[in-house]
């Protein structure tokens, strides 16, 4: 097998099994503890982002975006970061479009905090 296909290989094991963490800690938060982002971190959260929602798929965005530049200097930890921005950005996707939406008929994919 070649390296690339190694390195992908090991990227994409790595980024789902992080994903499926991810998504287990957020699944717990939102129906074991009953916390809802919108909801539970508009008054503190909301205020710092001046009302934009935050989604973590969006860090995790920025992740990948700065492990691109990284990569020739730094590559394990910029492969980390691919690692962990790609596991961000799926798990959001996931919890919005295939676990809230099914389960309470909307995937509460905010782009901003409701005014109070």
């Known amino acids: 097998m070649s390296a690339s296909k190694q390195s992908f290989r090991y990227v994409l094991c790595w980024s789902l099994a992080v994903t499926f963490i991810i998504e287990l800690v957020t699944v717990v938060l939102r129906f074991g503890l009953q916390l809802d982002s919108t909801r539970d971190t508009a008054s503190t959260i909301g205020r710092l982002t001046f009302g934009i929602r935050i ?43 295939l676990v809230l939406w ?8 905010d782009l901003t905090y409701p005014p109070r």
């Open 55 to 97: 989604h973590h798929g969006y860090c995790g965005l920025a992740m990948m975006l700065v492990a691109y530049f990284l990569f020739s200097r730094y590559p394990q930890l910029a492969r980390w970061g691919l690692i962990i921005g790609l596991a961000l950005l799926l798990s959001d996707l996931i919890h919005h479009f």
């Open 102 to 109: 099914p389960l309470t008929g909307s995937p509460h994919f």
